[in-house]
Each structure stands twice: as C-alpha cells, then as structure tokens.
Nanobody, 121 residues
Framework: QVQLVESGGGLVQAGGSLRLSCAAS????????MGWYRQAPGKQRELVAA???????MHVDSVKGRFTISRDNAKNTVYLQMNSLKPEDTAVYYC???????????????WGQGTQVTVSA
C-alpha cells in the first residue's frame, strides 16, 4: 500500500505561481516513477509531468517551460512548480505512483486526494 497526500493548491491570478507537493508513505520502495495529473471540469484526467527515482523527467507540451517536476527522495516528496499560470491550468491536480519510465508512463492504482488549482484571468 502507498499513501499519497497532495498540498499546495489555491487561487492565483494569471501569471502567478504555485508549488504543489505530494508526500508519499507506505511501500514506497516499490515506486520508481511518479506523475502529476490534472482534471478540469468536464474533461478527462490528463498526465502533466512525470519523474523517475533517478531524476529523469517529462512534461507535456502545454506546460513545458512553465511547470517543473522534481523530487526529494530523502523526504519521499514530489513537487510540481507551476509558473506563468493560465486560466486553462485550472483543474484538480493529483499525484500518482506509476509504472514504466517517463516516456512510457502508466498510471498505477495509488492516487492522492487531489488539490484544487484555480487561476483567475
């Protein structure tokens, strides 16, 4: 079992920044790759970024240059630094313990509860 707890969401104006955190506990030795997903109202959940335990990263095109995924293995925490936020980034953001590598990321069964990010115009 793996437990994931996200934090750091909130309301921010367009152009602003937020940093999301995802703290992992439980059977974390089994986790090689972690991902951040988001789900906007009426839309499917989509992968935003992923990172392996070795530090390889992937960011989808819509967030490249604005978002950065990172991790602190000593703290069992993954971060998503979000800069230059846009209204279309508004969504509930979830972290996930996945499988594969960053280029072939597959979501696993463990999800956090989600954290709301709202970007006003």
């Amino acid at each position: 079992q793996v437990q994931l707890v996200e934090s750091g969401g909130g309301l921010v104006q367009a152009g602003g920044s937020l940093r999301l955190s995802c703290a992992a506990s439980g059977s974390i030795f089994s986790i090689n790759v972690m991902g951040w997903y988001r789900q906007a109202p009426g839309k499917q959940r989509e992968l935003v970024a992923a990172i392996t335990s070795g530090g390889s990263t992937m960011h989808v095109d819509s967030v490249k240059g604005r978002f950065t995924i990172s991790r602190d293995n000593a703290k069992n925490t993954v971060y998503l630094q979000m800069n230059s936020l846009k209204p279309e980034d508004t969504a509930v953001y979830y972290c996930n313990a996945g499988y594969g590598g960053v280029a072939s990321y597959k979501s696993g069964p463990y999800w956090g509860q989600g954290t709301q990010v709202t970007v006003s115009a």
